[in-house]
């Protein structure tokens, strides 16, 4: 039997999860909202509540698992990539909680952790597949042959989209992190009949498989300069037509480069993870381009486990047991760790 308690700490989310022979069995996260107030990660900060809520948020895990520390067959941990103060709290937790209970350690990839949440519950895709990756830190476009082989593709060259939907939503006056708002506010427009193509925002093309992200973010402020200095109180009176717009953008930017790749390729199983795989737009955009180019089917995760959530953490580290890849004592974060 194995039974794993997973920790995620490389960002701004603490989580804990038990997972039993595969199956999750407790999940719980702890976001950290002190960073709303200074409009982005704070890295000392989030060390320091990553730190605060880990081990309440642990006990909690197992209580709800009905799992006592005893029973635990491998303790998990994210080694990256993330942010390096924050990635040590857990790490250097998970050493000493699996040296406690002379249990062993598994070292888990975030950005793989991101796409094998796909197999905490069904429908799980078959392998080979298709997955977009879409986080605040990253946009791959990545071929999964099977649990522990993955091929990538291509990636962005600058901002990730998560961090493109952040900066222009703060552009808009929305509050960090801006993704989730910039959705909402973009789901109000398009239910009054809007139409995103009102303001000429557009992702320019890359070469490949490559994304580029950072121009729309100049586009967005300088086309708000202009309109402001005509009228200034242009946002406040456009917000929900700018977010649509906006969104608009990047989820076709996305959507161009995906359905690429399905045709190239020849995977029409497709899946897409990290936390902006959360964003409403490119769910809808997705099964809508599936339904158009024929795509075998489309997989989309539950919202908990597209942001950064140790229940993923949990089911990467499940296949490495199985795969019996465990970590040694020298075990480190890496806060650069590649996905291959
Ligand atoms: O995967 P994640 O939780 O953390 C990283 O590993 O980066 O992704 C966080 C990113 C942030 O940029 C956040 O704004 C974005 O995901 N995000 C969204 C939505 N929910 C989260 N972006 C657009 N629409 C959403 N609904
Ligand atoms: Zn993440």
Not at 57 to 81: F, H, N, S
Not at 185 to 201: H, I
Not at 204 to 215: L, N, R
Request: glycine share 8%; with cysteine.
């Amino acid at each position: 039997m194995s039974v794993i308690l997973a920790i995620e700490s490389s960002c701004d989310d603490t989580g804990a999860a038990v997972i039993v022979d595969g199956h999750l069995r407790s999940n719980l996260t702890a976001t950290q909202e002190i960073h709303r107030r200074y409009g982005g990660v704070v890295p000392e900060l989030a060390s320091r509540a990553h730190q605060q809520h880990l081990v309440p948020l642990v006990t909690a895990a197992l209580t709800d698992a009905k799992i006592t520390p005893q029973d635990l067959t491998a303790v998990a941990v994210t080694r990256g990539p993330g942010l390096l103060g924050s990635l040590l709290v857990g790490t250097s937790f998970a050493k000493a909680y699996a040296a406690g209970l002379r249990i062993p350690l598994v070292g888990v990839n975030h950005m793989r952790a991101h796409i094998l949440a796909h197999f905490i519950e069904a429908p799980r895709p078959p392998f080979p597949f298709l997955c977009l990756t879409v986080s605040g830190g990253h946009t791959q476009l990545v071929v999964v042959r099977d649990p522990a082989t993955f091929e990538l593709l291509g990636q962005t060259h600058d901002d990730a989209v998560g961090e493109a939907f952040d900066k222009t939503a703060k552009l808009l006056g929305l509050p960090y992190p801006g993704g989730p708002e910039l959705d909402k506010l973009a789901r109000q427009a398009e239910a009054v009949g809007f139409d995103p193509k009102a303001f000429p925002f557009r992702v320019g093309e890359q070469d490949g498989y490559a994304f580029s992200f950072s121009g729309l973010k100049t586009q967005v402020l300088y086309f708000l300069q202009k309109a402001t200095a005509a009228n200034p109180s242009f946002i406040t009176e456009n917000r929900p037509a700018l977010c649509a717009a906006i969104q608009r953008a990047l989820v076709d930017a996305l959507i161009r480069k995906l359905t690429k790749a399905v045709r190239e390729t020849g995977l029409r199983h497709v899946a897409i993870a990290g936390g902006v795989a959360a964003n409403s737009g490119l769910r809808a955009a997705l099964s809508a381009t599936a339904e158009k180019e024929g795509w075998e089917a489309v997989y989309l995760p539950r919202l908990e486990y597209c942001t950064d959530n140790a229940a993923m953490v949990a089911m990467a580290a499940h296949f490495q047991v199985e795969a019996g890849d465990f970590a040694d004592a020298f075990l480190s974060p890496d806060p650069r760790l590649g996905l291959v």
